[in-house]
Each structure stands twice: as C-alpha cells, then as structure tokens.
C-alpha cells in the first residue's frame, strides 16, 4: 500500500513536470517524461509476469511431482487408446462375422422361398385332379430334391445362425474395456480439476456454444449437443417445414 | 439402377448395399469418402447417391455440393444417410441440394420410404 502510494505521488508529480513542459512548449522535455511514465508501467507489468511465471512454475512442479500424473500420462492413457483402437477391432469383426452370415443366409431363404412357392403351385393342380401321371413323376422328383435342398440350406442356415449369435460376444468384452477407460477418464477428471485450483483459476463453465462447422455424430442421450433432432419424424418435419 | 453408396466405414457400406438388394437395387458400387466418390460419379453412370455425412477427405456435404456444382450431376438424386442430427446441418443439407435425409440408426422401412419419395418426386 506503501509502494502504491508512493508511485502515484512519483506520477502525480511527473504529470504535473509535463503539463509544465507542454505548457512552455518544451516538446523535447515532454516527450522524456512520457517515456518515463511508460517505464514505470512496463516496470510494473514485468514484475508482476515474473511473480505469476514464478509461482505457475512452481505450482506446475507439485503437480508433476504426484507420480499418478506421471504414470497416468506415460502407461494409462497409451493404454488406454490402445483399449478403445481394440474396441473398435472387435466391434468391427464382430459386425463383419454377423453381415457375412446373413449374406450367406439371405440368398438360401430366397431359394427356398421361390421354390417353395412353384412346388405349391404344382401341389394345388395334383389336388385339383389337374396333373397328368407323367407330371406327377416330375412333381415327385422335384418334391424329393426340394426336401433335400431344404436339409442342406437348414444345416447351413443353422450354422451361419450360430455364427451371427457367437458374433454378439463382444458386447460383453468391450462393456468391460470401456468402463475401465471410464474409470481412467474420470482420473483424469479429478487430477485436472486439482491443476486448474493450483493456477487459481476459477471452475466456471463457459456456454458452449456449439459451432455449426464441427461435426456432432450420433446423438447421446443426456449430452448436449446443440438443437439436434431426436428422431426421423423430427428429421421429416423439418425438411417439410422447408418446403420438401 | 445403378446406385453408389458412400461411407467411410465398410459395416455401414454393406448393410445399405444388402437393404438396397431387398428393394430390388442389385446394381450397387461403393466408395469410402468423396474423394473417391467424385471421380466415379463423374464417370459410371450412376442414378442415384447415397452417402454419409463425417468422412475424412472429402464429406458428404462437399461432395453433395460438388455434385450439384457439376453440369453433368447436376440432377443427380442425393440421399444422405447420416449420424448428424443438428437441425442447423439438416437445414444446410436442404440447402445444397439434397432430396432426403436419414439419420442414424435407421429402420429398413425409413431407408425404402425415403427411396421410393425421392424416386416418385424425381419420375413424376
């Protein structure tokens, strides 16, 4: 306060030197004491950056110093991209095993289908007296390697089931990886809420405000993610609402 | 009809191409960003463009744009099928051209209304 009052005195006084100098025309002599004003400002300033550059320093090296900072940002959190690349691995195989079963499947139950439905065709003429003896041999034979058709295509038909259900075991492995990130993540959290009280910032949250150029993806229930649409209908409505 | 499909992720690609063939489009070619798209479109022939939105290279928005900007694709029909669901992103779609909009995750039924929309706009 001391220090305070006397560098307003110290300016006081030199306003007044420059008024004086202003005042008689002494330009050369004006043009000092600005300079010197100045420098008392920048004096200032640079006393007060080194003050905060010497305790962010040192508050930044207490915080280095907590040795799960140290271990979670050189093993946990390597690790745990190297988890969530893995969830992405296994999703992604579990998805492709799944799609290739059904486009092995799709293509039989067509057959079976189309089959199926000229056999009934033929079948419904036999039971309207409408088949001749030497058609009726032909519907037999035909009968005969539909059934077979049949037990091959439902022998398939079971296994590539089964692949589709064993596809499904991922969802159980990466619940498990992804909540340890979770865990890790909220680590993180706690560690960074500690260095943000440290440098003395404030904990405000900003509005975020969402910036139309970056791209939100899925919607997340629970998440703000700007006016999103919550559904197709919403999707229809708008576009209707413009003229679609 | 011969209809491209644009996605950057290949499980996506394929369960559009395999809901298409249950509609009858059997005639189907897929890219994996606008990038590839573009050069394809340009040259193949095709009736119709599904894509997603979020893709590295080019997006489906510029590749929307690129293709209304192109006298030759000019009247090409566009469906976007994308996780994108802010109203502003869906607003500026419409603007550049687009004729349907499908978000994320969608029904077999959504895919083959919007189709069959677009189609019936585009004939009639």
């Known amino acids: 306060m001391q220090e305070q009052t006397e560098t307003d005195q110290t300016r006081l006084e030199m306003a007044r030197a420059l008024v004086a100098h202003l005042e008689v025309g002494e330009n050369k002599d004006a043009d000092r004491v600005i300079g010197e ?22 508050a930044i090296n207490g915080f280095l110093l907590d040795s799960r900072v140290s271990e979670m940002t050189q093993v946990d959190i390597p690790d745990a991209k190297e988890r969530l690349n893995y969830v992405i691995t296994m999703t992604e195989q579990s998805a ?14 067509n057959e079976l ?20 003896k030497d058609d009726f041999r032909g519907l037999s034979d035909e009968l005969a390697a539909f059934l077979q058709q049949t037990q091959r295509h439902s022998s398939s038909l079971h296994e590539n089931l ?19 990130v979770i865990d890790l993540v909220h680590d993180v959290e706690e560690k960074l809420v500690k260095l943000v009280r440290i440098t003395g910032g404030k904990l405000e949250v900003s509005n975020k405000i969402s910036d139309p150029a970056v791209l939100e993806g899925p919607v997340v229930p629970g998440i703000e993610q700007g006016d999103v649409v919550t559904n197709q209908d919403d999707v229809d409505d708008l576009l209707s609402s413009l003229g679609f | 009809m011969k209809i491209l499909i644009v996605d950057d992720f290949s499980t996506m690609r394929r369960i559009i191409k395999n809901l298409l063939r249950d509609l009858g489009f059997t005639n189907t070619q897929e890219a994996d960003d606008g990038t590839t798209a573009l050069p394809m479109l340009q040259t193949g022939n095709f009736d119709f463009l599904v894509s997603d939105w979020n893709m590295p290279g080019m997006t489906g928005i510029d590749l929307l744009r690129a293709v209304r900007a192109d006298a030759k694709l000019a009247g090409l029909p566009v469906l976007m099928v994308t996780a994108e669901s802010k109203r502003e992103q869906i607003i500026e779609a419409a603007q550049a051209g687009v004729n349907g909009y499908v978000v994320k995750p969608f ?16 004939e009639g």
């Open chain 1, 96 to 109: 492709d095993r799944t799609l290739t079963a059904v486009e092995q499947s799709l293509p039989m139950v």
């Open chain 1, 37 to 58: 004003l100045a420098e008392i400002k920048e004096n200032e300033l640079f006393t007060e950056v080194g003050r905060l550059t010497r305790e962010l320093h040192e």
């Open chain 2, 107 to 122: 029904t077999a039924g959504t895919l083959e209304e919007k189709i069959s929309k677009i189609f019936e706009r585009v």
């Open chain 1, 113 to 132: 289908e189309k089959q199926a439905d000229a056999l009934l065709a033929e079948w419904d003429k036999f039971r309207s007296r409408l088949l001749t």
């Open chain 1, 162 to 180: 089964s692949t589709v259900l064993m596809a499904q075991d991922f969802q159980d492995l990466t619940g498990q990886i992804i909540r340890k």
